[in-house]
């Protein structure tokens, strides 16, 4: 699946127009916003990593839907409920990057609507979990500084 396919999917289940999209190969702990990727570049394929595509909402909910469990649905977490309780199973690395930075006191405030893909594969061993609290880290001190 490439970027433009990832964004077609965003796009059934959000309707924003002005969303970003996030990649951190399973390769190297390189994290890079695609910002050009509707022409023929290099961003409209790449090797194994994580995608994370989205928007910035003036809900107070963090919506997320990962393409490696969609059967789960839209996941929904609110901003005022970041314990470290496991009830949304994979959110949860998410959940406490959020919490982490909102302690060191980032003013996440407003809510998002998060899509996430990856293309790594479980036997090889790449560090998921790693990737996914490096990407939220990012991702978060971009929308939110």
Known sequence: MDVKDLVSVYN??????????????????????MTDFDGN?????????IYVILS????????????NFEDLGI????LSDLDDEIKHDWTSYLKKVINYLKQAGYRINRGMD?????????????????SIDALTGTMLKTLYE
């Open 41 to 49: 570049n290099q961003y409209t394929s790449q090797p194994y990593g």
């Open 75 to 78: 996941i929904e977490i609110s």
């Open 114 to 130: 998060i899509l996430i893909y990856s293309n790594l594969p479980n036997e090889v061993g790449l560090s998921s979990t790693r």
């Open 12 to 33: 059934q289940y959000y309707s924003h127009s002005n969303f970003r999209v996030f990649f951190i190969s399973g390769h190297s702990d390189m994290i890079e916003e």
């Open 56 to 67: 910035r909402t003036e809900s107070q909910l963090i919506k997320l839907v990962s393409l």
